[in-house]
């Protein structure tokens, strides 16, 4: 997986985008961050073998794929009040945290169970190291951006609104 | 009601999605951890085996040592690695916990370390952004806008 920044932030540009394309509300980007860090909710595994020991990592697994996780989203949208809605923007950060692990390599040449239960095929495209950190680099280049351009055009907006 | 059945629904499928990932996982996988050799390495002997994600504890000429289940495995035919960095293997069993490299992947420690430090920075920035837009209303037990 790559860190959690770059997929937080991965996901939050691709609301902003979203944002200036279909005019979306602003409030969802904390949603979508959320829906990003849906499929490694896996990873509490790994925090209950560190802390006690106890190995669940099998029976976890399955959030980190495509219908686990959309599972999880389904249950964490039920304490909206928009749920249908909650719920999609939550599946748009599943999609980007799976692309984003899609790119990653591992030594078998795949450890996401993307299709399960249908299919226990493991996919990887093996482009980048797990460690690699060009994927939160690039990601926090682009959100700097996103403010710098949205600071400016609000300047903008402003002065031409004023005169 | 309609939600808590709902709710209950969605928990008792991903439920069984774990206990069925369990039951299945091994039969599937591609190649056998090397974990599963340390207690009978004779059953596993020249069958591809993978190490993931293992610290490596000493480091010797062309090899270096790694530490599955309390016993030490001597990774050969290795590329240069230092102690602590993280290594995923595929390879063969050797006699005498020997294993035989044939592809290995290397992250060194503090690579190792900085993808922990990255995603724990990531974790009070979506709770600020999220708890700045959102808030819980605990009579009706769910989020709604801050106002």
Known sequence: ?????????????????L????????KFIPIIMVGALIPDAEK????LYVLAEIDIGYFLKPLHSIFGSILLAGIISLFFY????????????IGTHLSLDLLMSHITGGEILLLFPFSFNMYQLNLIQTDNYFPALITVLLAFLIIIYERISRHNKDTSGSS | MNRFLIGVFFFLILIMFGIYNSLEYDKHRKYPPLSDAISEPSAYADKKMVIMG???????????????ANQQVTIVNAPTVNVGDRVEVLGTLKPD????????????????YLIYIRSIIAIPLVLFLFFRKWRFDFNYLRFRESE
């Not at chain 1, 920044?5 to 540009?13: N, Q, R």
């Not at chain 1, 944002?19 to 602003?26: E, M, R, T, V």
Request: proline share 1%; charged share 20%.
């Open chain 1, 1 to 17: 997986m790559p860190d959690w920044l770059a997929h937080v932030l991965a996901a939050a540009i691709l609301w902003k985008l």
């Open chain 1, 19 to 26: 944002i200036h394309k279909f005019n979306f509300d602003s």
């Open chain 1, 44 to 47: 509490m595994g790994l925090l």
């Open chain 1, 82 to 93: 928009d749920s249908k809605r909650i719920m999609t923007i939550l599946c748009l950060g």
């Open chain 2, 54 to 68: 293992y610290e490596v504890k000493d480091v010797q000429d062309n090899s270096f040592i790694v530490e599955i």
């Open chain 2, 97 to 112: 916990y020997q294993f035989l490299a044939e592809k290995t992947i290397v992250s060194t420690k503090w690579n190792h």
